[in-house]
């Protein structure tokens, strides 16, 4: 056996030994500014209910979504994604345009609540307000018609811009939905709302608590518009597309299961990249921790970081506002 002093032994270990030593030497680190809470609204709500898949997750009315809002604030977080539940849905979803809609509704309320303390990005699709579930509109033989789709799109989004969105969430996955509702935006004088593009979203199963916050109609899947699991390179063309498109932000989405294309959003990509924490990459956490099985905490901020360290700037997640209190 070799003495040690045979060798210079290169100690990685010595940066590790304290925790002062380990934040100093610390290569990511999470803000509570890089966080967006999504939030959901349901119409014909008179309290807040909890979403049985999502622990800790509620549907809001108007009024505990402003609430909701100011909290927000308070804690520092960056931005909050709005999604509305509507009462009454319909083939083309006129719930989106209609400018008494309940997601029209909830972003005047939280722009008027906080002004411009937060960021507020609206999803831009169709799916909670259709009553057949997809987040476009239907030909007769159920296929999902794009072009159809993309004016329902630049309706929904000059709406939602005239309610005072600042980034339009473009979660369709349309092809050319950035260009379309870029060029409508523009062409009303909306020059200053941006597109923040779901530019890599693929169909997941780990949607399936999402789907019960928002009562989704929807029967069947989404695989011929979102992504396919197996496919990185596609994903590259997306995000190409949406860039050229003019998309001021894109995300990948889900974030855990995809941290490889994160990163190769980030390392592509001159625009800032984001990543979307899911309902069940948070259903995950929270069931585990109920049952004893993980450290919620801990693992919270496990894969924040890890989503940040693959290169999201910016991260969507359920856990924005414990997040901000254990960064804090
Ligand atoms: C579609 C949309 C979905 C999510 C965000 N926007 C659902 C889907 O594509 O089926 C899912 C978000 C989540 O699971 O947290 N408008």
């Known amino acids: 056996m070799p003495n040690s002093s045979d060798f210079p032994v290169i100690r990685p270990r010595r940066l590790r030994r304290t925790a002062a030593l380990r934040r100093l030497v610390a290569e990511t680190r999470v803000h509570p500014a890089d ?7 349901k119409e014909g709500l008179h309290e807040p209910v909890e979403i049985g898949s999502m622990p800790g997750v509620y549907q809001h009315t108007v009024d505990s979504a402003r609430k ?15 999604f509305g539940v509507p009462e009454a849905r319909d083939a083309v979803g ?19 609540e906080i002004g411009d303390d937060l ?29 159809a789709t993309l004016a329902r799109y630049a309706e929904m989004g000059l709406a939602l811009a005239e309610s005072g969105a600042d980034l339009l969430g473009a979660s369709g996955m349309m092809d050319g939905q ?21 530019a890599a979203k693929y169909a997941s199963a780990f949607y399936g608590p999402f789907r019960e916050a928002v009562d989704s109609q929807l029967k069947g899947d989404r695989r011929t518009y979102q992504q396919d699991a197996p496919n990185a390179t596609e994903a ?22 995809y941290l490889d ?13 984001a990543a979307y924490h899911i309902s069940g990459e948070y259903a995950q956490l929270m069931a585990a921790a109920e049952k004893g099985w993980i450290d919620r905490e801990a693992a919270i901020l496990e894969s924040l970081t890890s989503i940040k360290r693959a290169g999201a700037g910016i991260i969507a997640t359920y856990t924005a506002l414990d997040a901000a209190a254990l960064l804090r």
């Open 261 to 273: 294309i994160v990163r190769a959003a980030a390392e592509r990509s001159p625009v800032p990249v």
């Open 35 to 41: 966080l967006v809470l999504p939030l959901f609204v």
């Open 236 to 257: 590259l063309l997306e995000i190409d597309l949406d860039i050229e498109q003019g998309a001021d932000i894109v995300m990948v989405k889900p974030a855990l299961p």
């Open 68 to 82: 909701l809002a100011v909290e927000a604030a308070r804690a520092g977080i960056g931005g909050l994604m709005p």
């Open 94 to 112: 006129s719930a989106a345009t209609d400018p008494e809609g309940i997601l029209n509704r909830t972003t005047r309320a939280i722009r008027e």
């Open 178 to 198: 950035i260009g379309y509702v870029r060029t409508a935006l523009d062409e009303a004088g909306h020059t200053d709302t941006g597109l923040l593009a779901y």
């Open 119 to 147: 960021v507020v990005i609206p999803d831009l699709c169709l799916d909670e307000f259709t009553d057949h579930g997809h987040c476009g509109v239907l030909r007769e033989d159920g296929t999902v018609d794009n072009d």
